[in-house]
């Protein structure tokens, strides 16, 4: 009986762990104020990463106008609610976001 108390706690705190960290924002996203309209799977102020990656999956071509846009900023892809231009973002602090959110 003990150890499957145990067992069910370590399991609840996995689950806690692990949507904390589905859940997380990288570092570079955080540094660059994306994190003050996006997040990973809820809609803020712009859409949810998650479906952003979902919208452009498979579509090699996309993913060089998304980061452009995000660059000088734009809307109509997901509302009437506009992006402003995120021209400090580096190359590098790029890529590796829109990595990210391939990923996702
Ligand atoms: C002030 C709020 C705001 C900030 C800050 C912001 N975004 Fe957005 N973002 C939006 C909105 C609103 C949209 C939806 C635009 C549209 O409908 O075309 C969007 C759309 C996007 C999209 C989807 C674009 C498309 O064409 O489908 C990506 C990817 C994205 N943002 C990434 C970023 C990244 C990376 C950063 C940080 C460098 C960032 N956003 C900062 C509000 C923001």
Do not use: Q, R
């Not at 990463?49 to 452009?56: E, G, H, N, S, T």
Request: glycine share 10%; proline share 5%; aromatic share 4%.
């Amino acid at each position: 009986m003990k150890s499957i108390v145990t067992s069910m706690i370590v399991a609840a705190g996995l689950m806690v762990a692990g949507s904390a960290m589905a859940a997380d924002m990288p570092a570079v996203a955080k540094k660059n104020n994306c994190t003050a309209c996006h997040a990973i799977d809820k809609k803020v102020v712009g859409p949810a990463w998650k479906a952003v990656a979902d919208k452009y999956k498979g579509d090699a071509a996309a993913w060089d106008k998304v980061a452009a846009k995000v660059k000088k900023g734009g809307s109509g892809a997901w509302g009437s609610m506009p992006m402003p231009a995120n021209p400090k973002v580096s190359d590098a602090d790029m890529a590796e976001i829109i990595g990210f959110i391939k990923g996702l």
